[in-house]
């Protein structure tokens, strides 16, 4: 065998951001990271490179602008005159008191207040003229021509640098976007505004409405091939909107997941180096788009049972800071050696963990949802080298040492971001007690997919996942009855209910099967027996979903199955007959011959999982 040496790359791969239109980030194996390095290394004199008129060059340097298409003219100019349906006045002040509540845009929120008041004053300006044909696309071509500007920030660069490059006369398509979605959220979360919506059915019609423009104003953006640090925003936003819409079984909702993983990548956001020449504040955001949307891939992955789309050891990109007066830094100051830099570094992160003074927000949010989605892309993997039918007693020290990363990085948490008592004691405001809970079943359902990656039977959950699962529901429930208490701090209480609520009911459900298997589980199984009422009556009344809403006939499918099951239980007869069955008895076992959830992966609580515990013969009499 030949003697190989493999030299150490001269360069990293291109963290440089490329004006488009151009391949976008380049790694070493791509041809034009391989030619640039031949160049660097070969001729620091760049009139005499022999390559620098090459092909391999044309992702560096700047083309001349193309001239818009006249279908990209005709869809903003559509774009301007959708706008004129909209009381534009009266969505400011929605999302002025949606911003009082303590909510927001998750990615978005240093930007939606600013952007709001720039979409209003625009419109505001022109509301007269962009009836007139002309002069709508006239504005269409200047909108076009601005979205198509480089936003161009050094390591000096405050806040109103860029803000100035974005709004007034430098007014993007990507503002207008991040309005639109912020005002889309902020309907779906306030349930009534009389100057918008008086009935379920209009504020409905609203949301449908505004996130259809918002569709209309993302497909220009991306019409233009210039991708950039707000497109990104707005693509997140945009998607997670569509999935409190539409719902997070919707292909609407996966295919813009799909389409944020490419735009992450191809911006090299997964591998941002520590420093960087741009300033902190846009440093930080980007590193906030990774986490967000790592996190957003790993949450469908799991509910959905599909593949995630962004794998960790691609992705060197470490947790972004939590300094919530980052985007209010308007100079910067010199330190003792004389160097420039912002007056507060904020906390930093270099490894992902909190500091003792986080503050309640957004941020806060984002960092500890990405530091159990870590955990979770582990489990993932773990499982799919290790199906229920491989697993041995050796596998347990793999599973002790997820367990513990889990306990570490929960014990990492700064202690007033962990809950540890009942929500109806706490005083603090609505979002921290949102997040508060958000965090806490988080990280109860990173133990909980542990614990079923590493069951051999999901027939007969072990005592440890039936605890993990009665705290899950138990604390669903709570943030149910009470909430008035919460606003969304990150996700909505209908995901809290899909995700977290129906997979713990989902365990409980099938150990109330079983119930001559857990003899020494009566207190407990009192307890998750009123927490299955509370979320079925709820259900049912449409206090979390109602027809026609997102999730709605996995909702459904799943409610009508656990109301056959606590039938079953409050027949006193039945309750009493089961005692003289036997332990292989077919109605109270889910083993033997029945095997109903031998095809499924251990997360997948949808709708055929409910679908096949309603078959079981114990409940199929008690079908209401």
Known sequence: MPNITISTPVETPSQTAHRYPNPGFLGQSSHSTIFAQMASTAHHDTASCPLQDSVFFECGTERPPPDESPDTVDKVSQLLKHFLQLKFAQLRI???????????????????????????????????????????????????????????????????????????????????????????????????????????????????????????????????????????????????????????????????????????????????????TFPPFILQLRKAGFARIYTADKMLAVFLGRPPRIAREYCTTTLPCNDSNLWQYSFMDTDANGHESPSNPGIECVQGFSMPKE??????????????????????????????????????????????????????????????????????????????????????????????????????????????????????????????????????????????????????????????????????????????????????VGAIVRAGEANFALFSRATRTMQSLLNLLADGTSMISQRTQTPDSNIWNLTGDLNLFANFEPWDFEFDFWASLADHPGLNVYES
């Open 94 to 276: 929605l999302l002025q008191s949606w911003h009082a509540s303590g909510t927001n845009l998750a990615l978005a929120e240093p930007l939606t207040a600013r952007f709001s008041d720039a979409t209003v004053d625009f419109l505001q300006k022109w509301n007269a003229d962009l009836g007139s044909e002309s002069f709508a696309r006239q504005k269409a071509h200047w909108l076009l021509r601005n979205s198509r500007q480089s936003i161009d920030l050094t390591e000096k660069s405050n806040t109103e640098d860029f803000f100035s490059q974005t709004m007034g006369d430098n007014l993007r398509l990507e503002v207008l976007g991040i309005f639109l979605t912020a005002a889309c959220r902020a309907v779906m979360d306030i349930p009534s505004f009389t100057p918008l919506y008086t009935s379920h059915r209009e504020r409905v019609t609203l949301a449908r409405s505004l996130m259809s423009i918002g569709d209309l104003c993302l497909e220009c953006c991306l019409s233009l091939d210039s991708l950039n640090d707000l497109q990104l925003v707005l693509q997140y936003e945009n998607m997670i909107v569509h999935t409190q819409v539409d719902g997070d079984q919707s292909y609407h909702s996966w295919r813009r997941m799909g389409d944020i993983s490419s735009s992450l990548f191809a911006l090299g956001y997964h591998q941002l180096p520590d420093t960087s």
């Open 359 to 540: 503050p309640f927000n957004h941020m806060a949010d984002t960092r500890s949802r990405a530091r159990f989605s870590f955990l979770k892309e582990d489990i993932l993997k773990f499982s799919r080298r290790h199906p229920p039918s491989e697993l041995d007693n050796a596998i347990n020290i793999e599973v002790a040492q997820i367990f513990n990363e889990i306990e570490s990085a929960w014990n990492a948490l700064p202690e007033h971001l962990r809950l540890t008592k009942s929500l109806k004691l706490s005083d603090a405001s609505p979002f921290s007690n949102d997040l508060l809970i958000g965090i806490r079943l988080d990280y109860l359902h990173t133990l909980f997919l542990l614990h079923l990656a590493s069951s051999r039977q999901l027939q007969h959950p072990g005592r440890d996942l039936l605890a993990i699962a009665g705290e899950m529901l138990s604390l669903v429930t709570e943030a149910i009855m009470l909430r008035d208490r919460l606003v969304n701090s990150g996700t909505s209480l209908t995901w809290k209910v899909a995700q977290y609520g129906l997979p713990a009911a989902g365990i409980i459900s099938l150990s109330l099967l079983n119930v001559l298997a857990y003899d020494d589980w009566a207190g407990q199984r009192t307890k998750c027996i009123q927490d299955l009422n509370i979320l079925v009556a709820k259900l049912k």
